[in-house]
């Protein structure tokens, strides 16, 4: 017993030098990770953008056996490492543009270095952990604008076509360095409502804003204003052999008249406006109908099973697209193309019943067809802002009406509006530039709604609206001329009362007139299966 | 430090060489009857852990043990243990809070696989030295990208040796460990461990330590209970250690343990049959 005191105190002794050793610390820093940059910021114009990877380095404390790069967040597709002694390069690379879309994206990738945590190395404990934050932003794509035309000194709205704008609070436009006002945006981000000021001729880029994008939205699209030009009263000659006009479209970029007809070899003929004068018609054959892209850079000519691009200058053919499964005696008709540019394209037969109709989808360069609904020889107008158009259907020999149907860009859908029903006349449909006002059979007058606001006399055999929706030109060879009637104003479905007398045309358009008006307003083109008269608005 | 070590170990060397040989006179005749494992046993074992960096990666391991002790005349015994353990990161702990981006979190685990073979002498009444060698293999998955630095691989195999001695002195054991741990194609970890345990009763271990490891300050206290009403055959203990470096880690644990055998308290089976 006598040891007793030496023992308690030698275990004692052991215990204070075992704390004494403690108590001094430790902390060399032998565990460290450090990295070259605590940031990385990845940039893409647009989804369609390829964005390199970047690279950091880490270097370990020479007490680090393992080292372990984690990444979170959907801005980052992989971060990987290549070691080198006690230094790895790390390489971030970003997530795909196009996989993810416009937006503004964050991750980190962290690097931890793990030493081990017992005497055997039978556990890791972590070192330190540095983290890189990753800053990724996909900008939101312009598309279009449509109309890409506008009239100097005049104010008006357009639409902004492209994605992604709900991914940014894109909230302000300009036209250059004019700001324009009223801006909405759809609920899907693809559509921007705007109105530009009144401006001076020339070419304007226009410009997105956003607060939370960093720099400025880039934008390669521009809104062409043009001065007003007042065409002289005229008439142009149809190519030999033409009784029917298909399809009549003013060019306003480039102040040309485009025209398909059943001249001999179908032809799709451009007058063009050049020095003053109207110059002799250009043709390449072939088409039963024609329309310009949403930014007029191509013309999407259709023949009886194709649909072919054209230069709207040289009328070089492109390559044509094939409809697939286009129905028995069938043939494609109609083609009027929306703000996204995709065409919708109906479909006819030789007597009354109905087939699919198409969109041409640029981007895929395909023809999709539209199963549901299908139309009987439906025949689409669409507005200038190409939102929306309307299409009328049915045959002759039909003895009960049917729907009218609305088609809507933003959905490519093809709808039946509650009223009305009817069946369609030899008088194509008329809409003015926001679809405000919608003339149908050249007789009923509908809001762009569809409510029927009064009625124009059973004598019209053609109608064209002003772009503000506030007149419509009414060829009426019974009252001698052009009609102008102001349907801005709801009759209660009551007829409405012309403004004047007629204006008399500059000559006899022949049957089957079809008439368009410029974009400022100021022309109207009449054909018909005798000549083209080219004939100023009445000035009421 | 590791001078502070060896001074402090050779001070209490040359003490306990003193006193215990002459504890070891007046206990020797008692000596002769027991034997180093007094019989063959074994024992099963769950433990949890959780170890946190500070501003850095936490990880919780699970880990289960087995080990059979067998006795080799009356002077010496060996042992053979197998160990597995599962360790995960809590990698949200080091990444931006991106919860909004709709992403997870990508997981980082560690497996370990390791055994030992142990040899050892005792003297009940006296203490014990061993000598171990052992070998394991650890797997990483974190991640896209996770090497260990020195095979540049996700696994790592180890090789290590263990030199023990520990003194028992009434109610207290202190103890030395030395481990020298060879990592695959890579650099030797040195790691000295002093030890200090107190039974309070004869079923509660209470242990002091201290050591180091990479050049660092470890301690921790460990508390082990084996009571009585489980019939002296399931062990508790619950542990906390610490690392004391710049990022400074914590260690907690927690284990159970089952010995399967003879029921003996624990200063007994700590004694006579671990």
């Known amino acids: 017993m006598q040891y007793l005191p030496g023992a308690r105190g030698v275990a004692g002794l052991v215990l204070i030098g075992l704390l004494a050793g403690c108590g001094s610390g430790g902390g060399d820093g032998a565990a460290e990770t450090q990295i070259s940059t605590n940031a990385i910021v990845f940039r893409a114009s647009s989804p369609s953008a390829t964005v390199a990877p970047q690279s950091f380095t880490a270097s370990f404390g020479e007490d680090i056996a393992h080292v372990a790069v984690v990444h979170s967040g959907n801005a980052i597709a992989s971060a990987t490492s290549v070691l080198n002694g006690r230094t790895a390069e790390i390489t971030v690379t970003p997530t795909a543009a196009n996989t993810i879309g416009p937006g503004k994206f964050t991750g980190a990738v962290a690097v931890t270095g793990y030493t081990c945590a017992d005497a055997t190395c039978t556990r890791m404990s972590a070192g330190s952990t540095e983290s890189v934050s990753i800053d990724y932003q996909i900008s939101p794509v312009l598309e279009r604008?449509?109309?890409?035309?506008?009239?100097?000194?005049?104010?008006?709205?357009?639409?902004?076509?492209?994605?992604?704008?709900?991914?940014?609070?894109?909230?302000?436009?300009?036209?250059?360095?004019?700001?324009?006002?009223?801006?909405?945006?759809?609920?899907?981000?693809?559509?921007?409502?705007?109105?530009?000021?009144?401006?001076?001729?020339?070419?304007?880029?226009?410009?997105?804003?956003?607060?939370?994008?960093?720099?400025?939205?880039?934008?390669?699209?521009?809104?062409?204003?043009?001065?007003?030009?007042?065409?002289?009263?005229?008439?142009?000659?149809?190519?030999?052999?033409?009784?029917?006009?298909?399809?009549?479209?003013?060019?306003?970029?480039?102040?040309?008249?485009?025209?398909?007809?059943?001249?001999?070899?179908?032809?799709?003929?451009?007058?063009?406006?050049?020095?003053?004068?109207?110059?002799?018609?250009?043709?390449?054959?072939?088409?039963?109908?024609?329309?310009?892209?949403?930014?007029?850079?191509?013309?999407?000519?259709?023949?009886?099973?194709?649909?072919?691009?054209?230069?709207?200058?040289?009328?070089?053919?492109?390559?044509?697209?094939?409809?697939?499964?286009?129905?028995?005696?069938?043939?494609?008709?109609?083609?009027?193309?929306?703000?996204?540019?995709?065409?919708?394209?109906?479909?006819?037969?030789?007597?009354?019943?109905?087939?699919?109709?198409?969109?041409?989808?640029?981007?895929?360069?395909?023809?999709?067809?539209?199963?549901?609904?299908?139309?009987?020889?439906?025949?689409?107008?669409?507005?200038?802002?190409?939102?929306?158009?309307?299409?009328?259907?049915?045959?002759?020999?039909?003895?009960?009406?049917?729907?009218?149907?609305?088609?809507?860009?933003?959905?490519?859908?093809?709808?039946?509006?509650?009223?009305?029903?009817?069946?369609?006349?030899?008088?194509?449909?008329?809409?003015?530039?926001?679809?405000?006002?919608?003339?149908?059979?050249?007789?009923?007058?509908?809001?762009?709604?569809?409510?029927?606001?009064?009625?124009?006399?059973?004598?019209?055999?053609?109608?064209?609206?002003?772009?503000?929706?506030?007149?419509?030109?009414?060829?009426?060879?019974?009252?001698?001329?052009?009609?102008?009637?102001?349907?801005?104003?709801?009759?209660?479905?009551?007829?409405?009362?012309?403004?004047?007398?007629?204006?008399?045309?500059?000559?006899?358009?022949?049957?089957?007139?079809?008439?368009?008006?410029?974009?400022?307003?100021?022309?109207?083109?009449?054909?018909?299966?005798?000549?083209?008269?080219?004939?100023?608005?009445?000035?009421? | 430090m590791t001078s502070q070590y060896i001074y402090i170990g050779a001070l209490a060397a040359l003490q306990l060489a003193g006193n215990v040989a002459v504890a070891a006179e007046q206990n020797l005749g008692r000596d002769t009857e027991r034997r180093a494992v007094e019989s063959t046993n074994l024992s099963l074992g769950l433990s949890a852990s959780d170890s946190d960096t500070k501003e850095s990666t936490s990880n919780g391991t699970f880990g289960l043990t087995g080990v059979a002790t067998l006795p080799i005349g009356s002077l010496f015994g060996a042992s053979l243990s197998g160990n597995y353990s599962r360790t995960t990161a809590r990698?949200?702990?080091?990444?931006?809070?991106?919860?909004?981006?709709?992403?997870s979190r990508p997981s980082c685990r560690f497996n370990n696989y390791d055994a030992a073979a142990t040899i050892f002498a005792r003297r009940p009444t006296l203490g014990r030295i061993s000598a171990s060698y052992g070998q394991g293999e650890l797997k990483s998955d974190c991640g896209d990208d996770s090497v260990f630095v020195s095979t540049g691989t996700d696994t790592l195999g180890t090789d290590f040796y263990r030199f023990a001695a520990e003194a028992y002195l009434w109610d207290f054991t202190v103890g030395a460990v030395h481990t020298s741990t060879e990592l695959e194609d890579g650099p030797k970890i040195e790691s000295n461990v002093f030890s200090a345990s107190w039974y309070p009763i004869d079923s509660v271990r209470v242990m002091l330590s201290g050591g180091e490891m990479y050049e660092q300050d470890t301690y921790g206290i460990e508390i082990e209970h084996q009571p009585e009403f489980m019939g002296n055959s399931l062990g508790v203990a619950l542990g906390y250690s610490v690392v004391d470096r710049e990022q400074e880690i914590g260690t907690i644990s927690f284990s159970v343990v089952y010995h399967f055998g003879t029921k003996v308290e624990l200063k007994t089976r700590d004694r006579q049959y671990r």
């Open chain 2, 91 to 103: 990698t949200s702990d080091v990444l931006l809070d991106v919860t909004s981006q709709g992403t």
């Open chain 1, 145 to 540: 604008v449509t109309p890409y035309v506008a009239t100097a000194g005049v104010s008006d709205q357009v639409l902004i076509r492209g994605f992604g704008f709900r991914n940014f609070n894109v909230n302000a436009v300009s036209f250059g360095d004019v700001a324009g006002t009223e801006v909405r945006v759809n609920d899907n981000g693809t559509e921007l409502l705007a109105t530009h000021p009144a401006l001076a001729a020339g070419t304007y880029t226009i410009r997105l804003s956003a607060p939370d994008h960093d720099g400025e939205i880039p934008s390669a699209v521009n809104l062409l204003v043009q001065d007003p030009i007042a065409f002289a009263a005229t008439t142009l000659d149809h190519l030999a052999g033409t009784t029917t006009v298909r399809s009549l479209e003013y060019d306003p970029e480039r102040r040309a008249l485009l025209l398909t007809t059943d001249a001999p070899s179908n032809p799709l003929v451009r007058y063009a406006f050049q020095d003053g004068a109207w110059a002799a018609p250009a043709q390449v054959n072939g088409f039963l109908g024609a329309a310009l892209s949403a930014n007029g850079s191509q013309i999407f000519g259709i023949t009886a099973n194709t649909l072919v691009p054209v230069d709207p200058v040289t009328l070089a053919l492109g390559t044509a697209v094939t409809a697939p499964s286009l129905e028995a005696n069938s043939a494609l008709k109609n083609i009027v193309v929306g703000n996204d540019n995709r065409a919708l394209i109906t479909t006819s037969l030789p007597t009354s019943g109905t087939t699919p109709a198409y969109i041409y989808d640029p981007a895929s360069n395909a023809l999709l067809i539209v199963t549901s609904p299908e139309l009987n020889n439906g025949t689409p107008v669409i507005s200038a802002i190409r939102t929306a158009a309307v299409i009328v259907q049915g045959d002759p020999s039909l003895t009960t009406d049917v729907p009218v149907y609305l088609y809507e860009t933003a959905t490519n859908s093809i709808t039946a509006t509650i009223t009305p029903t009817l069946r369609q006349n030899a008088v194509v449909p008329a809409v003015d530039r926001r679809f405000s006002r919608v003339v149908i059979n050249g007789v009923r007058v509908y809001s762009g709604a569809f409510a029927l606001l009064g009625t124009l006399p059973d004598t019209t055999v053609a109608v064209a609206l002003k772009p503000d929706g506030t007149r419509a030109y009414a060829y009426d060879p019974t009252a001698g001329g052009i009609l102008v009637y102001d349907i801005s104003v709801d009759r209660d479905e009551a007829a409405y009362t012309a403004l004047g007398p007629a204006t008399p045309l500059a000559g006899d358009p022949g049957p089957g007139v079809r008439m368009t008006i410029t974009p400022d307003g100021g022309t109207l083109f009449v054909a018909g299966g005798a000549r083209i008269v080219v004939q100023p608005t009445p000035a009421l």
